[in-house]
């Protein structure tokens, strides 16, 4: 069960926006709730390919390179039982940007074409975890088991 609420507003004015909602999705209501939206798989554009580089590789770089900056050039260094190669990894998995895609996707495009070749976008980051799991078996990243 997931209980969502999305408030916009000073919360004093009286004109916040509500929305509630408490929903367990399978994949058939899933599908159905996409398809309601009115984004279709053929709404493939270029926004669709910018979202995706954008996911796809500048998460994983960007989140590399800093975190190697603050590891090695700050000298914060990185967490017990985590090096470099694991960086790549989570930079690979927070490539999937579902979520903050799409409501960023519906709320800097009018709707309309680029819209939907935006949110078109943001669905194709669910390349990543394939990605992620590639990237983690070549770099051959493991789980470290500690106990505190």
Same mark, same amino acid.
């Given at each position: !069960?997931?209980?969502?609420?999305?408030?916009? +507003?000073?919360? =004093?004015?009286?004109?916040?926006?509500?929305?509630?909602? #408490?929903?367990?999705?399978?994949?058939?209501?899933?599908?159905?709730?996409?398809?309601?939206?009115?984004?279709?798989?053929?709404?493939?554009?270029?926004a669709?390919?910018?979202?995706?580089?954008?996911?796809?590789?500048?998460?994983?770089?960007?989140? /590399?390179?800093?975190?190697?900056?603050?590891?090695?050039?700050?000298?914060?260094?990185?967490? $017990?039982? !985590?090096?470099?190669?694991?960086?790549?990894?989570v930079?690979?998995? #927070?490539?999937?940007?579902?979520? &903050?895609?799409?409501?960023?996707?519906? &709320?800097?495009?009018?709707? +309309?074409?680029? @819209?939907?070749?935006? =949110? !078109?976008?943001?669905? /194709?980051? /669910?390349?990543?975890?394939?990605?992620?799991?590639? $990237?983690g078996?070549?770099?051959?990243? @493991?789980?470290?088991? @500690?106990?505190?």
């Amino acid at each position: !069960m997931l209980d969502v609420e999305i408030v916009a +507003g000073d919360g =004093k004015s009286g004109r916040d926006l509500r929305r509630c909602a #408490a929903f367990d999705l399978d994949a058939d209501e899933w599908h159905a709730r996409f398809l309601e939206d009115e984004v279709e798989f053929s709404a493939i554009g270029e926004a669709t390919w910018l979202v995706t580089l954008g996911l796809l590789i500048g998460k994983p770089v960007g989140i /590399f390179l800093f975190g190697w900056f603050a590891a090695n050039v700050l000298r914060l260094g990185l967490p $017990v039982g !985590m090096d470099t190669r694991d960086l790549v990894v989570v930079g690979c998995v #927070a490539a999937i940007g579902f979520t &903050v895609a799409l409501f960023v996707a519906s &709320v800097a495009f009018p709707a +309309g074409d680029i @819209q939907d070749a935006a =949110k !078109m976008g943001a669905l /194709f980051s /669910f390349g990543a975890s394939v990605i992620s799991l590639i $990237v983690g078996a070549v770099l051959r990243v @493991q789980k470290v088991h @500690q106990t505190i």
